[in-house]
């Protein structure tokens, strides 16, 4: 089934609900809406009941302005509450920082277990770090309606892709939908701040924690290797052989044996 539910400050957030068993919730939507975990919500869904929503900004959810984290933590507690708290949780991407953020910020309780895959924090000196009108940039072009722009730069600057696969990029089928997303880039940003680890808020998180990576990236697994080593109570694993956007089929069984250990 389908729904919508209305967040704290009134906007809408819409989400599916399906399968049965202990409720999990998926935490997506990078340049994209519910439908990146769609396949792996179906694939959990024989174990568990699975909540996979829109982020404000993204899909069929509301986008009310400014942009504050805050916002984004209290869309995910109408969530849990939908779910039935506790519940397990599985973030993805700058996802899985929503989902630190969020367990950081008062949510713990309601987070039976959380996975988190591939956070993209940086750690001095394993990659160049952002340039400090990063964020300006971002803004400036979208009020000139540079879209495209916008995936470029986050692309080749924040993700760090080769400048050979951008220039191309916007020829992929796949670009329309992320070109129309550009908007969300400023709240992921916003999100990560200069995109150092907040040591002391991941120190304060005693949620069992499943920190996953797939070693195809090296930052991002000297990244993941730091948070376990912070967080209180982390256990550490490697997909070998997945790059960033992992295969759903190999984080599902990943994910059910974690939340059913």
């Known amino acids: 089934m389908s729904g919508r539910l209305i967040s704290t400050d009134g906007t809408p957030i819409a989400f599916d609900k399906l399968g049965k068993g202990p409720p999990v919730v998926i935490v997506g939507g990078i340049l994209g809406d519910r439908s990146q975990q769609g396949p792996l919500a179906e694939l959990l869904s024989t174990k568990f009941t699975v909540f996979n929503y829109d982020r404000r900004g993204h899909g069929e959810s509301g986008n009310e302005e400014p942009y504050a984290i805050e916002r984004e933590i209290e869309d995910l507690d ?28 008062g949510l713990a309780p309601k987070i039976k277990r959380l996975v988190i895959w591939e956070p993209p924090f940086f750690v001095d000196g394993t990659r160049p770090k952002l340039a400090p009108d990063y964020l300006s940039r971002l803004k400036s072009l979208l009020a000139e309606g540079r879209r495209r722009e916008m995936v470029e730069l986050f692309m080749s600057e924040a993700v760090g892709m080769p400048a050979e696969f951008v220039a191309q990029m916007h020829l992929a089928p796949w670009f329309p939908s992320q ?8 709240y992921e940003t916003t999100m990560m701040g200069d995109y150092s680890i907040p040591r002391t808020k991941i120190a304060s998180i005693k949620v069992p924690t499943l920190v996953l990576d797939g070693g195809q990236t090296s930052w991002l697994t ?3 290797n730091a948070i376990a080593s912070i967080l209180p109570n982390a256990q550490r694993r490697t997909i070998d052989g997945q790059p960033h956007n992992v295969d759903h089929n190999a984080m599902a069984p990943v994910l059910i044996e974690f939340f059913e250990g």
């Open 78 to 105: 109408i969530v849990f509450s939908e779910a039935g708290a506790p519940a397990f949780v599985y973030g993805t991407s700058g996802c899985a920082v929503l989902s630190l953020l969020a367990a950081a910020g």
């Open 222 to 224: 000297a990244t993941a």
């Open 179 to 186: 070109e129309s997303l550009a908007h969300t880039l400023i």
